[in-house]
């Protein structure tokens, strides 16, 4: 039984795709349906013990289906172990079948007696005079909104003070795309099984599904190679190899030269932030193309970066020359200095780093490249594909393939559990990062962070790949110190540390 994310498995499937996983033992591997079932419920069982040691008194609520299969085994379990178990059928008893209600009627055997759950009762006083309470509603499956009687329990369970464990995923969470469906479960912990799923680890799932662990119920190695998955999970442990050595005769001319192009008048910061970021990742040069009230400000404060004053396109040529990665749209502003710029990179042919309002002018005038790495957040992807951030929200995996089959390249959309597309069709979601990170300049410094990645020779979808880790690893250690008050700037030292293998 995996427990955090460094041993959790890297590779996440659609909910589909775990139901076929399911089907594959069952029927190719000869596993029976119900030992699958035995062992998810003594595995969630394990996983409540292990987390509350002391608890004393649970309610296990049911719903109708293969989850609620495994409640009923979880409870016949902390029933034998003389628990006081508060047993709750959710839905209508009538549609318990196959594995499920053969699970019901042991329980019910070794004495414990479900209680219906009727619609429209005050069930929350009920349910706090416990320890924990497991959330067997709803399982994997759900595909429309969660009304009536669903809605009702899983508020009452929200509203309660009490720490729930949810049984493969909190009940009400899209399986695939980490979508509220109405209402979920905010459960404290969730046990996994067979497969993970790829919603708990982006958008509103990271939230809703606490401490994620897995267990892969002794399936065979083989029944997991029978389905390909395109989507893994990515952690800087993953990828520090990426990051090799350094040879003692090297020089900066070996690192790459990283040219910055933002900041119009009343935006230095988040030029500035962009272009310290990659000098910490290492790139060998950077330049930064600004402002004209700007570039002795930025040089003053940060003596590394060359700061140059640009008041038309023309005069960047020169700096394009020299620069072998252009990172484009920190403070670039929407007039017709930061357009005319876009304008003038994209006539190049190097390798770009396109954020912020560079997103937004190629949003107006969409063109495809293979060249470039796109990193929108919510609201910039959502004008990329002309609909609303709450699209963008509602599926961000298929938001990202989406903005990487138009505009080409690799699409890194930002958020929680931050989302890599690339140009091969891999997905990926990088499993770390905090709340802290939502605060100005974040990602103005995840774009300097990959450009001074991509500057150092590595390919485009490997430095979106790290650079994504690097940032939020940065991020969760600078937030030790707590994750309000987290500024872009704090990551900087941490920065500097997680590339040279320091990890804390």
Same mark, same amino acid.
């Given at each position: 039984?995996?427990?955090?994310?460094?041993?959790?498995?890297?590779?996440?499937?659609?909910?589909?795709?775990?139901?076929?996983?399911?089907?594959?033992?069952?029927?190719?591997?000869?596993?029976?349906?119900?030992?699958?079932?035995?062992?998810?419920?003594?595995?969630?069982?394990?996983?409540?013990?292990?987390?509350?040691?002391?608890?004393?008194?649970?309610?296990?609520?049911?719903?109708?289906?293969?989850?609620?299969?495994?409640?009923?085994?979880?409870?016949?379990?902390?029933?034998?172990?003389?628990?006081?178990?508060?047993?709750?059928?959710?839905?209508?008893?009538?549609?318990?079948?196959?594995?499920?209600?053969?699970?019901?009627?042991?329980?019910?055997?070794?004495?414990?007696?479900?209680?219906?759950?009727?619609?429209?009762?005050?069930?929350?006083?009920?349910?706090?005079?416990?320890?924990?309470?497991?959330?067997?509603?709803?399982?994997?499956?759900?595909?429309?909104?969660?009304?009536?009687?669903?809605?009702?329990?899983?508020?009452?369970?929200?509203?309660?003070?009490?720490?729930?464990?949810?049984?493969?995923?909190?009940?009400?969470?899209?399986?695939?795309?980490?979508?509220?469906?109405?209402?979920?479960?905010?459960?404290?912990?969730?046990?996994?099984?067979?497969?993970?799923?790829?919603?708990?680890?982006?958008?509103?799932?990271?939230?809703?599904?606490?401490?994620?662990?897995?267990?892969?119920?002794?399936?065979?190695?083989?029944?997991?190679?029978?389905?390909?998955?395109?989507?893994?999970?990515?952690?800087?442990?993953?990828?520090?190899?990426?990051?090799?050595?350094?040879?003692?005769?090297?020089?900066?001319?070996?690192?790459?030269?990283?040219?910055?192009?933002?900041?119009?008048?009343?935006?230095?910061? %988040? *030029? /500035? +932030?962009?272009?310290?970021?990659?000098?910490?990742?290492?790139?060998?040069? $950077? =330049?930064? !193309?600004?402002?004209?009230?700007?570039?002795?400000?930025?040089?003053?404060?940060?003596?590394?970066?060359?700061?140059?004053?640009?008041?038309?396109?023309?005069?960047?040529?020169?700096?394009?020359?020299?620069?072998?990665?252009?990172?484009?749209?920190?403070?670039?502003?929407?007039?017709?200095?930061?357009?005319?710029?876009?304008?003038?990179?994209?006539?190049?042919?190097?390798?770009?780093?396109?954020?912020?309002?560079?997103?937004?002018?190629?949003?107006?005038?969409?063109?495809?490249?293979?060249?470039?790495?796109?990193?929108?957040?919510?609201?910039? %992807? *959502? /004008? +990329?594909?002309?609909?609303?951030?709450?699209?963008?929200?509602?599926?961000? $995996? =298929?938001? !990202?393939?989406?903005?990487?089959?138009?505009?080409?390249?690799?699409?890194?959309?930002?958020?929680?559990?931050?989302?890599?597309?690339?140009?091969?069709?891999?997905?990926?979601?990088?499993?770390?990062?905090?709340?802290?990170?939502?605060?100005?300049?974040?990602?103005?410094?995840?774009?300097?962070?990959?450009?001074?990645?991509?500057?150092?020779?590595?390919?485009?979808?490997?430095?979106?790949?790290?650079?994504?880790?690097?940032?939020?690893?940065?991020?969760?250690?600078?937030?030790?110190?707590?994750?309000?008050?987290?500024?872009?700037?704090?990551?900087?030292?941490?920065?500097?540390?997680?590339?040279?293998?320091?990890?804390?």
């Amino acid at each position: 039984m995996s427990s955090d994310k460094t041993s959790l498995p890297k590779t996440l499937y659609l909910s589909a795709q775990v139901r076929e996983l399911d089907r594959i033992a069952i029927e190719e591997f000869s596993i029976p349906s119900m030992t699958l079932m035995e062992n998810a419920g003594a595995s969630a069982y394990q996983l409540m013990r292990s987390k509350w040691p002391d608890a004393k008194c649970i309610h296990v609520l049911c719903g109708p289906g293969n989850n609620g299969g495994d409640g009923y085994i979880l409870a016949r379990l902390a029933n034998e172990d003389d628990l006081l178990v508060k047993l709750h059928q959710v839905g209508n008893h009538e549609k318990l079948s196959g594995d499920a209600l053969q699970a019901a009627e042991r329980c019910i055997t070794s004495g414990l007696e479900p209680v219906q759950y009727a619609f429209g009762h005050d069930f929350g006083g009920k349910l706090n005079d416990c320890d924990v309470i497991v959330d067997a509603l709803l399982g994997t499956g759900l595909d429309r909104e969660v009304t009536g009687q669903w809605q009702e329990v899983i508020n009452t369970i929200n509203r309660c003070d009490i720490p729930v464990l949810s049984l493969d995923i909190p009940s009400g969470l899209n399986a695939d795309t980490g979508r509220v469906m109405g209402c979920a479960v905010h459960a404290k912990a969730t046990m996994t099984f067979i497969g993970l799923k790829q919603g708990l680890f982006t958008g509103q799932g990271v939230e809703y599904a606490g401490d994620v662990h897995f267990d892969k119920l002794d399936v065979p190695d083989g029944v997991l190679t029978k389905i390909v998955s395109m989507t893994k999970r990515i952690t800087l442990d993953d990828l520090q190899s990426l990051l090799k050595p350094r040879s003692k005769s090297s020089h900066k001319g070996n690192y790459g030269h990283v040219l910055v192009v933002g900041g119009d008048q009343g935006f230095a910061g %988040a *030029a /500035r +932030l962009s272009a310290e970021a990659a000098a910490r990742t290492g790139a060998g040069l $950077v =330049s930064l !193309a600004t402002h004209a009230n700007h570039a002795a400000l930025i040089t003053m404060g940060v003596p590394e970066i060359m700061a140059h004053s640009i008041e038309n396109s023309i005069e960047i040529k020169p700096l394009l020359g020299k620069a072998s990665v252009v990172a484009i749209g920190p403070g670039l502003g929407q007039s017709t200095w930061g357009s005319s710029l876009f304008s003038k990179v994209l006539e190049g042919k190097l390798p770009l780093v396109v954020d912020a309002d560079a997103l937004n002018i190629l949003a107006r005038e969409p063109v495809s490249s293979d060249r470039w790495i796109l990193t929108p957040h919510p609201g910039e %992807a *959502a /004008r +990329l594909l002309n609909c609303e951030p709450r699209d963008i929200q509602s599926d961000r $995996v =298929s938001a !990202a393939s989406e903005i990487q089959k138009k505009y080409g390249g690799i699409v890194v959309l930002k958020g929680s559990g931050s989302i890599i597309a690339d140009d091969e069709g891999n997905i990926s979601i990088c499993s770390e990062g905090n709340p802290g990170m939502a605060s100005g300049g974040m990602g103005d410094v995840l774009t300097g962070i990959i450009a001074g990645l991509s500057a150092q020779g590595l390919e485009k979808g490997d430095a979106a790949r790290l650079g994504v880790c690097i940032h939020a690893a940065a991020a969760d250690n600078a937030a030790v110190d707590g994750e309000r008050g987290l500024l872009a700037s704090d990551l900087m030292p941490w920065i500097r540390r997680l590339v040279s293998g320091h990890p804390s």
